[in-house]
């Protein structure tokens, strides 16, 4: 019984979110300046870090968020198939530390080392980087490509359609998105709508 209970608690909770905190963020075509974060290892990434790279998922997200929890798993998997074909993922965290004492750095690194992560998963504690792409939720998706020596946002919002289930997902949006870019074709969906908890900025 208790089980039923939390399984029905945690599916209430994601409906709520996914009625009251969707975003949608037209921002397909900005350019998007390179940036130096700490990453868990202790070492700065930046995307100069990546020189062959053709493009990148970048994925905002955080410790706290009951949806981001949903898919570490699932970014190791995008990250497994797509960095060997030239577009790693790197996850960003963003969240106001002040508030949520869960996504503090030293969190973020015992997070990354419990759940295995297989990508790098930085620290943006002045929010500066999350203010460029204009990101909004924790998780929250973009799609970048190299276009003339510059980073553009070809793709922005889900991972995919189903974060509570994810042997029920019909579109995985982020993959369809680079699978479309690498096959030089026009990706089909641009932009949806990210799910999650809101990023709070400082003021």
Known sequence: MKIRYFTFK?????????????????????????????????????????????????????????????????????????????????????????????????????????????????????QQVAKNFTAQKTPHAFVIWKEDGKWVVKYNGAIDDNGGEPEKVENPYVAQAVDALLAGKTIGQKETKSIGCQIYFRK
């Open 10 to 126: 945690l599916l209430g909770l994601l409906l709520v979110m996914a009625i009251f905190g969707m975003s949608f963020s037209p921002i397909t075509g900005k350019i998007i300046q390179d940036f130096k974060l700490k990453n868990v290892d202790g070492k700065y990434i930046s995307l100069k870090n990546y020189p062959q790279a053709k493009g990148f998922i970048i994925v905002f997200t955080c410790n706290h968020c009951p949806f981001a929890k949903l898919y570490p798993p699932r970014m190791n998997a995008l990250n497994s198939k797509y960095s060997k074909l030239g577009v790693p993922l790197i996850a960003i965290s963003s969240t106001d530390t002040i508030t949520y004492d869960e996504d503090t750095y030293p969190n973020m690194v015992r997070k990354a080392k419990q759940e295995k992560f297989n990508f790098p998963y930085l620290f943006d504690g002045q």
